[in-house]
């Protein structure tokens, strides 16, 4: 089985534990967790079974001992982690408002995540990888982006193949630099990730179709739309299909994204159709959304199959109510 690996920030996640709590005065806090969008990605994919590995930097501090020790235990290859003496790990608190929006406090520009460089990224640490992963919401520094386009076109150069999870905050799309590496990555990319409102920011067309159509024209092979409690929909250039979420409490939503690629992924390089994959990759996401902790409600394929079968799709709840 070919390896899946991955770039980007390793970081713990520490939060508010009441929803409407702020930061503005002291409260009480849960965590730390360990964290980061590619991190929680790969987690997802070595609980799967699949062979999975990261690229990326932690400090010589308790979080980066959490990060590495919970990555390992769940079947990660942590041997491309580096250890930054001089470095903070990073980290990110967060706060729920009512209405369920989160708010975060970053500490990752400024820690040992902002030293990777194409230094860290060769022929050797990419040897077996059959398929990278790339999160736009780690492409923070240029010096990043050029490891991130390094390790591209040693994946792309042996074979492999590519996805990408924008995970993009319009605020970044100003500046034109990072417009820039988006759309490259977009070029090299097989299996596109977009959450629903993300689908048009890449691209010229204003609506969702034509964004797609676009999107697939570039040469991408796969388009899936992440839509929230709604579940996810799948484009190729001949077949499209929606797939229901499933209805369970949300105690948590940080990490569904990532939870969900990896699965999705995963299942797709094991031969799973898209619309299999899709539901997989809803189980993971909705399991995620259930737990408290960003990398907690990753799961393995009993587990997911156990809550595919006991719970209720989206759409057969609504027609029932
Ligand atoms: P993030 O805010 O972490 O970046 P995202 O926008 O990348 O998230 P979402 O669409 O929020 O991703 O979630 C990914 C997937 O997880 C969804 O497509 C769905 O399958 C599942 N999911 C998310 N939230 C829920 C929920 N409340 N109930 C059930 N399933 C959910
Ligand atoms: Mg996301």
Redesign the pocket.
């Known amino acids: 089985m070919g390896k899946i690996m991955t770039l980007g920030e390793i970081v713990v996640e520490i939060m508010a534990t009441q929803r409407g709590q702020t930061f503005l005065e002291p409260g009480l806090l849960a965590g730390p967790f360990a964290s980061g969008?590619p991190a929680i990605f790969i987690d997802q994919v070595a609980m799967l079974g699949q062979p999975a590995g990261i690229i990326g930097c932690v400090g010589d501090d308790t979080f980066g001992v959490l990060n590495i020790e919970r990555l390992k235990r769940d079947g990660v290859d942590v041997s491309a982690i580096h250890v930054i003496k001089q470095a903070t790990t990073g980290s990110a608190f967060v706060t729920y408002r009512k209405d369920g929006e989160r708010d975060f406090v970053f500490n990752i520009a400024n820690s040992a995540s902002s030293q990777i460089s194409p230094a860290h990224v060769d022929a050797q640490v990419l040897k077996d990888c059959k398929h990278f992963h790339v999160v736009g919401s780690s492409l923070f520094s240029f010096r990043i982006i050029d490891a991130m386009k390094k390790a591209i076109e040693i994946v792309k150069g042996q074979g492999g193949t590519i996805s990408f999870?924008p995970?993009i905050r319009k605020e970044m799309l100003r500046i034109a630099e990072m417009r820039e590496a988006l759309r490259y990555i977009l070029e090299f990319t097989d299996i596109f990730?977009p959450?629903?409102n993300?689908v048009t920011l890449l691209a010229n067309a204003a609506d969702e179709q034509g964004a797609v159509r676009e999107i697939l024209d570039l040469g991408v092979r796969e388009v899936v739309i992440?839509?929230?409690?709604?579940?996810?929909s799948f484009y190729d250039a001949s077949h499209h299909v929606d797939v229901p979420?499933?209805?369970?409490e949300?105690v948590d939503?940080?990490?569904?994204?990532?939870?969900?690629?990896g699965t999705f992924v995963t299942r797709r390089l094991q031969g799973d159709a898209s619309e299999t994959a899709l539901r997989h990759?809803?189980?993971?996401?909705?399991m995620?959304?259930s737990r408290q902790g960003p990398m907690e409600g990753a799961s393995d394929m009993v587990s997911l199959l156990a809550f595919e079968e006991s719970a209720v799709a989206?759409e057969s709840s609504r027609s029932s109510m």
């Open positions: 969008a999870d995970n990730l959450s629903g993300e992440k839509r929230g409690a709604r579940g996810s979420g499933f209805v369970v949300e939503p940080t990490g569904a994204g990532d939870c969900f690629a990759a809803n189980a993971s996401g909705a995620a959304v989206f």
